[in-house]
C-alpha cells in the first residue's frame, strides 16, 4: 500500500517561497507512475498544481507554471514542490499524489497524502 | 471561476439514486475522459471513478458515469449516510488538467 506524507512550515510570510516534501513509503518514486501536487483553499475546490515522471517530463498549471519548481531526491524517496513569490490566495491544504495509471498521466490519483495547510500571512 | 461546472449542492433520502453533473467543453470533455472524486469531511480526496467508468478496487458498484459530448455525469444508486460528501470531476484540458468546484451532496 503506498503512502505518502506532506511535510513543511505551516507559515510562510507573503512574497517568500513555500516549500513543501512529500515522503513516499512503500513504492519507489522512480517507478512507472507519474506523482503530482494537488492544492484546495480552505472551504474552497481542488486545484491542480503539477504532475512529474521520474524521467523528468513534467506538466504544469499554466497558471503556476512561472511560480513552481519541482524537485526529486530519489535516494530518500521524497519529491519537494516550490512556489516562490507566495500572496495570500495561496495560503490552502497541500497534498501529494500519485496517478493511478502506469506510464502516463491520467489525473486519476488513486494515493494521497493527508494534506498540509500552508498559511500565507505576515 | 472554475473551467468544468458543476452545481453547488445536491441532495437524496436513503436508498434513493442521485445525479451529479460536470458541464465542461471540447476542450475538456468532449475529447477527453472524465475523472471523479469524493471528498469526506476532513480527509484527502478519494478516486471513484476514473478513465472510461472504471472503479479502483473498493468503490462500489453503486457509483457509475456517463458521459455525452460535452458532459459527464456520475450516479449514485442506492443513496447511503456514508455517501455524504463533496465530489468533484476533473479532465484534461489541453495541456493541464482542471477540477469542476465540487457539488456537496447532502443525504437527507
Request: contains cysteine; hydrophobic residues 30%; proline residues 6%.
Amino acid at each position: 500500500q503506498v503512502q505518502l506524507q506532506e511535510s513543511g512550515p505551516g507559515l510562510v510570510k507573503p512574497s517568500e517561497t513555500l516549500s513543501l516534501t512529500c515522503t513516499v513509503s512503500d513504492y519507489s518514486i522512480s517507478s512507472d507512475y507519474y506523482w503530482g501536487w494537488i492544492r484546495q483553499p480552505p472551504g474552497k475546490g481542488l486545484e491542480w498544481i503539477v504532475s512529474f515522471y521520474h524521467s523528468g517530463t513534467t506538466y504544469y498549471n499554466p497558471s503556476l507554471k512561472s511560480r513552481v519548481t519541482i524537485s526529486v531526491e530519489m535516494s530518500k524517496n521524497q519529491f519537494s514542490l516550490k512556489l516562490s513569490s507566495v500572496t495570500a490566495a495561496d495560503t490552502a491544504v497541500y497534498y501529494c499524489a500519485r496517478d493511478c495509471e502506469r506510464g502516463h498521466s491520467s489525473g486519476c490519483f488513486d494515493f494521497w497524502g493527508q494534506g498540509a495547510l500552508l498559511t500565507v500571512s505576515s | 471561476q472554475s473551467v468544468l461546472t458543476q452545481p453547488p449542492s445536491a441532495s437524496g433520502t436513503p436508498g434513493q439514486g442521485v445525479t451529479i453533473s460536470c458541464s465542461g467543453s471540447s476542450s475538456n470533455i468532449g475529447n477527453h475522459p472524465v475523472n471523479w472524486y469524493q471528498q469526506l469531511p476532513g480527509t484527502a480526496p478519494k478516486l471513484l471513478i476514473y478513465g472510461n467508468g472504471q472503479r479502483p478496487s473498493g468503490v462500489p458498484d453503486r457509483f457509475s458515469s456517463s458521459k455525452s459530448g460535452t458532459s459527464a455525469s456520475l450516479a449514485i444508486s442506492g443513496l447511503q449516510s456514508e455517501d455524504e460528501a463533496d465530489y468533484y470531476c476533473a479532465a484534461w484540458d489541453d495541456s493541464y488538467w482542471v477540477f469542476g468546484g465540487g457539488t456537496k451532496l447532502t443525504v437527507l
